[in-house]
């Protein structure tokens, strides 16, 4: 069926799983999908790299594995969504997986609010061998279900919930955990799916596009199972990595064909923003990337434009701290 304007009383579901040189992982994300309560209609991998393992790995199953040139996530995000005819599209990391109730939930969630457009659902956070992030160990879905009957939640996600203001949140940080995230199709297409010039915050750039258009909902129980296991995307960011966030950043404030929900003024997220600069100013001088730092500046201009801003970015550490304390106590 294919996805038009509107709600659809019967929606329908697919689930776009982006993959690269991870096939013990892909596979079981892609079995995590086929034992949801209420199947996907459509199960969509998408391989970033014609030689790709997962390309034969996952022949046997009752799916679509659609590989691509390598290009990059947001390119493989694209090109599962192109492939999409249903109401809504769902997306999942190879190497994160779904609780079974995961779109029975969504389903029971729509129906309660037909006028939603996009949700996303706390997780659990797990790993081989727990660490100070990971809730539990664990190395499959049988052993996460087995975990979460005895275990109690310890990572608060209350930051998913920002419906009624998700445009102002998303403005000052990624709020979003995109192994749950489920949008109308045809609000995620008119919001231009993932830049795929970028190689980090291509998917905060998607939630910000989307609240754009609608309000972000969140389910209320835990759906999805993050795996951490010490590469994950962030991991060891590079000065490239750092600079991808700054162009995000700068690019939610041009100018723009989609509508432009109320937020707060561009100095309400100050603090946010220098986080990130420092954290590219702190790449580029770890990698010794003279060029990046220049460009970390410039950019920093167009997102910190107050001058105790670009001051507070240019001094050492424990001036810094002199200055944070400075804004403190002024407030």
Known sequence: MTAGEGVDPVPTFSLVIPTNQRA????????????QERAFDRIIVIPDGLDDPSI?????????????????VA?????????VDT???CFLDDDDLLHPKYLADLVSAIDAAPDAGAFNAPYWSFAAE??????????????????????EPRNDMTYLDITGRSFDALLAGLAGSMS???????????????????????????????ARLTEWNVLPERRAFFRDHGTNAMSGR?????????????SFWQPTTLPTPPHRPLSAYRRNYRYEVLAALDAARHNDDRPGRR?????????????????????????????WRAERSAI
């Open 130 to 151: 727990i660490g100070p992030r990971e809730e539990f160990a664990a190395v499959d879905l049988d052993g996460c279900l087995a975990a979460i009957e005895v275990v």
């Open 238 to 250: 590079s000065t490239e990595k750092t600079l991808s966030v700054l162009r995000a950043i700068q």
């Open 56 to 72: 034969s790995s996952l022949a046997s199953r009752p799916i679509d594995v659609h590989p691509i040139t390598h290009a990059g």
């Open 24 to 35: 013990e992982f892909v596979e079981q994300a892609v079995d995590s999908a086929l034992r």
């Open 87 to 89: 109401h809504w599209v």
């Open 180 to 210: 749950t995230a489920a949008v109308r199709t045809d609000i995620l297409r008119r919001a231009g799916g993932f830049p795929e010039g970028l190689i980090a915050a291509e998917d905060w750039t998607m939630y910000v596009n989307v």
């Open 295 to 323: 460009e970390a500046l410039q950019l920093s201009k167009a997102i910190l434009p107050a001058w105790w801003d670009q001051a507070f970015i240019r001094m050492p550490a424990v001036v810094r701290s002199l200055m």
């Open 75 to 83: 390119a493989a995000r694209n090109a599962g969504l192109e492939l």
